[in-house]
């Protein structure tokens, strides 16, 4: 058993197939049997052998090489692709709905029509399946695809002159992310690193894993050559440790003779900041008085005479509180009713 490279017409990915001993050139048109059915194919290599082992993970295999009717169906699948590409694109600007028309695909047997599109939201596309179904007289359906898939389908070049990978030979996308950029040491700027669809470039994850492990590498010979190195002697006399608590001298308590003789000179302060000695009823010091100019001798009307007087006439004035009793009235006739 051999083994075959073909590229399908719809989508565009090259797949292998299992061939018998069926002798296909290159660039030679062919029928296989895929998971969605017939197909019409284009070889890309020519058929290898493979061992038996190898057998069981393909489950694709060629049926044929394209014959006059083959050819003449699909050139009418061609150009029915063509027709309902226009009547749909009629009906959704007729109706407004925000969606993009990508691609449409005619199955081999003409019994289905499929729909590619683009929407940034849910799309209710109920009657327009109706008037599709109606006028193309078949069975439609309606896929609703990502931006990295309609690069897929539609294809083109990339910024290195190539054929975009998506459309080639990858056969599933990768998660891709910004930090495979900064690890790189590329340019974050997006319309740098950005491929057709607007997203990150795919080839960002073809060397990452390679960058890592040279990251690794290089922290671990670091490391390495840290711990051969001798540690360095600098001129400072490095910080003494402090002794274990059991190996600290102990201090000498102090003597009960010590303490009455502190107690003697410094005596201690109460709660108030006074001495505890000192009698607060002792009578204040006396405080020299002026002699230049005595009360007496001062004229009447003067602001010290003034000072004095009504400093006597408050003193006068104020008098203790007598604990007076409040006088009460005799009952009434009410009170002495509500008592009985």
Known sequence: MNVVKVRLRKPRRVFSFLCTELPLKRDESCIVLSD????????????EPCPDEMQKR??????RKVTEKDAKNCAYIEEEETRARSICLKKIKDRKLPMKLVDVEVTFDKRKIIFYFTADDRVD????????????????????????????MVGGLGGCGRELCCSSWMNEFRPISMRMAKAQNLSLNPSKIS???????????YENEQYEAMRKKARQEAKARQAKEPAKVTGDAPAAEKPARSERPERPRKSEEDRSNKSDVAPSRGARGRRKD???????????????????????????????EGEEKKTARRRPRRNRKRKRGPRSDNSAGNQS
């Open 36 to 47: 969605r059915g017939e197909e019409f194919g284009t070889c890309i290599l020519p058929p």
């Open 125 to 152: 596309f109920r009657e327009l399946v109706r008037d599709l179904a109606h006028d193309l007289r078949a069975r439609i359906e309606m896929r609703h695809i990502q931006v990295r898939d309609e690069a897929k």
């Open 278 to 308: 000192s009698d607060p009823k002792a009578a204040p010091p006396e405080t020299k008085a002026d002699t230049t100019t005595p009360k007496s001798a001062a004229p009447e009307g003067t602001p010290e005479k003034q000072s004095v």
């Open 195 to 205: 491929g057709q669809c607007g997203r990150l470039l795919c080839c960002l994850s």
């Open 58 to 63: 393909f489950s694709m295999k060629v049926l």
